[in-house]
């Protein structure tokens, strides 16, 4: 079990004002902002980080959509920081996701649902390796 994950705030949320928000409910749980950066991804970019997912009937939606706007990237620390952090962020669909979990509070669709989080230890580091160098993972 490793203590970090990796986020973005995806478009929605971004264009929709909530960046802070989302921090201040990713502070409140106890998770350390380990990095950070606003960026926008290219939709080849996009299509990289969610290439696992390159055969689904959604992945033209989902690059297009992740590809529309500036996202914010970080990677979080706190024990058990993977699983932690799916539940703080909620169901994958808002409309099943738990009272005060972030996707409840923000997201407005399955497709625009505000935030990821990592889905496995792997994962988690592939992901914020994808972002940040060495050096800007103190
Ligand atoms: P994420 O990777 O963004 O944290 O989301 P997740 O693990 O909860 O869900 P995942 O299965 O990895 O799907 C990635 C993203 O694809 C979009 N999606 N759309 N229209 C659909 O049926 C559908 N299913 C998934 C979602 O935006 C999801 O977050
Ligand atoms: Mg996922």
Not at 103 to 115: C, F, L, P, T
């Amino acid at each position: 079990m490793s203590n970090r994950t990796f986020t973005m705030i995806k478009p929605d949320a971004v264009e929709n004002g909530h960046i802070g928000g989302i921090l201040d409910k990713i502070c409140a749980a106890g998770f350390r902002i380990v990095a950070m950066k606003q960026t926008k991804l290219s939709a080849e970019k996009a299509g990289e980080f969610y290439a696992v997912h390159k055969e689904r009937p959604f992945y033209g939606e989902l690059v297009e959509f992740m590809s529309s706007g500036h996202i914010v990237a970080a990677i979080l620390e706190k024990s058990n920081a993977v699983e932690d952090f799916r539940k703080l962020i909620g169901a994958t669909n808002p409309a099943q996701a738990e009272e005060g979990t972030i996707r409840k509070i923000y997201a407005e669709s399955i497709g625009r649902n505000a935030v990821h989080g990592s889905d496995s230890d792997e994962n988690a580091e592939i992901e914020g390796n994808f972002f940040f160098s060495g050096l800007e993972k103190f």
